[in-house]
Structure formats: structure tokens, C-alpha cells
């Protein structure tokens, strides 16, 4: 695969690079990685997870979607109630990722414009589906075979059922499909070491270094 210089190069900019993969691909671990190297890791997920308790706007509009229910009186998220209501009902989480994905991409924006570094990653598991990538220089996948990433996930997801997991991956992405529309990829699937991965593909994007267009 060719490579060439990106043109961001004139006005320094960080490139923005998106770093995704299937549930239990090992995404936030590589990712830990590449933050001991100096580099900043924007996780949409979590900051997801803060924007629904700390963004007034996109508060009010889950409100006016799913009603009243879905906060406590206090302010904090009824999440098992909202869980349920989205849960297995593609419509419905739809709804709710079309109003949760345009904040986090207005947040990301805005840490974005903070930042010193010559890339910076955003770590999202929905990169493709929500179409965020279209913002972004390139994309990193994290890819590990289906079993161990199921068996990863239960491990650490002990408040999931097999069940659970398995309708979760039905519903991303293909690996397939996720890796092509990639320009890079990352294996982890405990036969292939991990570190000198992730140093080769920082050099290269040290050096501005993206697949060439086509």
C-alpha cells in the first residue's frame, strides 16, 4: 500500500485518526498504548455517557423522545429504564444515536481545537455506523476473531449475558466490512504481538504519513 505526505502538514494541525473495532476487540487497551506514547485519546463512548447527565440540550431532547422517565428527578440518567426501552428495538436506538452522536461529535470538535499533538485518536465502537468517520484523516481497526471476543466481553461484562453480547454484535458492523473501509488495521488476537504494532503504524503517522486516495 503507497503512502503519501498528508497536507495538513502546512498548518500543523493534528491529524485526527479514529481507532474502532467490534465489542471485545481490545480497542481501549490498544489505545492505553498509544497514550503512554503522548498521544490524546478521545473516548466517545464515556464522554457519551457524560454528555447525557452533563449537556442541558441533549438532556431536554431524550426527554421529548422517550419522556420524562428517562431521568430521575434529580438529574441523574434512569439508564436501565432507558436500556430498555432501546433494547432489541432498532428504531428506538436509532432515535436515541441520532440525538447522542451529533453532541458527542460537537464535544469532540471542542477537544479537539485543545490539543498539541501530531495525531490524536478517537476511540469509538460505532465509528462507521454513526458516521463520524467522515471527519476524520483515516481509521484504525482493532480486530480479533468473533469466540475471543466474546469470551473477552463476558469476562468483563459480567452484567451481560451471551445473549446479550451476541445481539450486540449482530448489530455493529461486520468485521469484514469494518476493516475494508479501514486504512489501517491492528491485530489482536493473543498470537500477534500488540506493541510493535502499534510503534510501526505511530511512526508512520509521526511522519503525516496516510494511504494514498484510491
Known sequence: MTSQKHDKTADNKPLKIGITGGIGAGKSTVC???????????DADSRAKRLLVEDSELMEQ??????????????????????????????????????????VGLDF???YQQQEAPYVLKEAALLFEAGSYKSLDAVITVTAPQ?????????????????????????????EERIQRSQFKIVNDEHSLVLPQVLRLHRQLLRRELPAAG
Do not use: C
Not at 32 to 42: C, D, M, Q, R, S
Not at 66 to 92: H, I, T
Not at 158 to 167: G, I, L
Open 147 to 175: 469466540p475471543l471476543r466474546l469470551r473477552r466481553t463476558l469476562m468483563r461484562d459480567e452484567h451481560r449475558s451471551r445473549e446479550q453480547v451476541e445481539d450486540i454484535m449482530q448489530r455493529q458492523l461486520p468485521e
Open 62 to 103: 431524550i426527554r421529548a423522545a422517550f419522556g420524562g422517565e428517562a431521568y430521575f428527578p434529580e438529574g441523574g440518567l434512569n439508564r436501565v429504564w432507558l436500556a430498555a426501552q432501546v433494547f432489541s428495538k432498532p428504531d428506538q436506538l436509532a432515535q436515541l444515536n441520532k440525538l447522542v452522536h451529533p453532541r
Open 109 to 111: 470538535e471542542s477537544w
Open 32 to 42: 492505553k498504548i498509544f497514550a503512554a506514547l503522548g498521544i490524546p485519546v478521545y
